[in-house]
């Protein structure tokens, strides 16, 4: 974002430059509400990126419950422990794999192994049974990113 030294307001969603002569209390005060409002809505989405790369894989808007809460441990058959968040959306990753029920850790759901689309780092996995889906990401190889985009 740019900041501008001379007396001038920009509201980008009235369409035209105002200026601080020609503007009155009323209009100044709505441009910086608004501003603020959808600053504050960009930061409630919160960028939910790789940690690898951080590319960008889903907001926390997405977080999401699955039978009754968002985050699990499981261990799988090699003994590797994972902590895994739910996640309804996620467009920053590629599915791989033929879906499988071996092994599962949702009853009727199948999986797939899910990958960051940047850089292939393995995110966690992908579950599905009928019309119902969900991504289940290993917590700690995502971060979350605040920063206004």
């Not at 009235?14 to 501003?35: F, M």
């Not at 289940?136 to 979350?144: E, P, R, S, T, V």
Request: charged share 15%; net charge negative; with cysteine.
């Amino acid at each position: 974002m740019t900041f501008r030294t001379s007396n001038e307001i920009y509201p980008y969603h009235i369409g035209h430059p105002l200026t601080l002569k020609e503007s009155s209390d009323e209009q100044i005060e709505a441009v910086c509400s608004n501003i603020l409002q959808e600053t504050e809505a960009e930061k409630k989405k919160g960028s939910i990126i790789c940690k690898n790369c951080r590319n960008e894989i889903t907001t926390v808007e997405y977080s999401i419950a699955v039978s009754g809460q968002h985050a699990y441990i499981f261990t799988n058959p090699l003994g590797i422990t994972f902590h895994i968040g739910c996640f309804s959306r996620a467009w920053g990753c590629f599915i791989h794999g033929i879906p499988t029920y071996e092994a599962t850790w949702f009853a009727g759901f199948t999986w797939c192994i899910a990958v960051c689309a940047n850089c292939f780092t393995h995110l966690g996995w992908y579950y599905q049974s009928g019309r119902e889906s969900f991504y289940g990401f290993i917590m700690a190889n995502l971060a979350k990113d605040n920063k206004i985009h």
